[in-house]
């Protein structure tokens, strides 16, 4: 499983013509599919249509539900709750920093820091 380093949604794998990519149907984000990471996906899963970008942070539920996750004061932007979960996704190249997401203890609205 990949995740989009713009946006943390899960990259799921197409087909751009000849080439075998990974796409981000949240932000719309491509990764070229390198036949090593190639074997990690199963392909036919045809994709009917991309969802208009939008600003929203999809994460893996279940990724959340086996890690404890820490939290930190950050005030949600939904409902103003003070708590939230974090964690931490490295973007694509290895000399960026880390990019930090939030997700509130309350109302589960995740957002990114920017
Ligand atoms: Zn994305
Ligand atoms: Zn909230």
């Known amino acids: 499983m990949e995740f989009c380093p713009e946006c943390s949604s899960i990259l799921t794998p197409q087909k751009n013509g000849e ?3 990974l796409l981000c149907q949240s932000c719309g984000y491509t ?5 090593k990471s ?16 939008e600003e929203v ?3 893996d539920e279940e ?13 949600c ?6 708590e939230a979960y974090y964690w931490q996704v490295q973007t694509r190249s ?10 509130c ?5 995740t957002w990114r820091e920017y």
């Open 19 to 21: 080439k075998k990519v």
């Open 31 to 35: 990764k070229p599919l390198t036949s």
């Open 38 to 53: 190639e074997k990690k996906y199963r392909y036919g899963d045809k994709i009917d249509h991309i969802p208009e970008k």
């Open 57 to 59: 942070v999809v994460i």
């Open 63 to 75: 990724m959340l539900e086996q890690r404890t996750m820490p939290t930190v004061r950050a005030v």
């Open 77 to 82: 932007p939904k409902c103003g709750h003070k």
């Open 94 to 103: 290895g000399d960026e920093a880390m990019t930090t997401f939030y997700r």
């Open 105 to 109: 203890t309350n109302c589960s609205q």
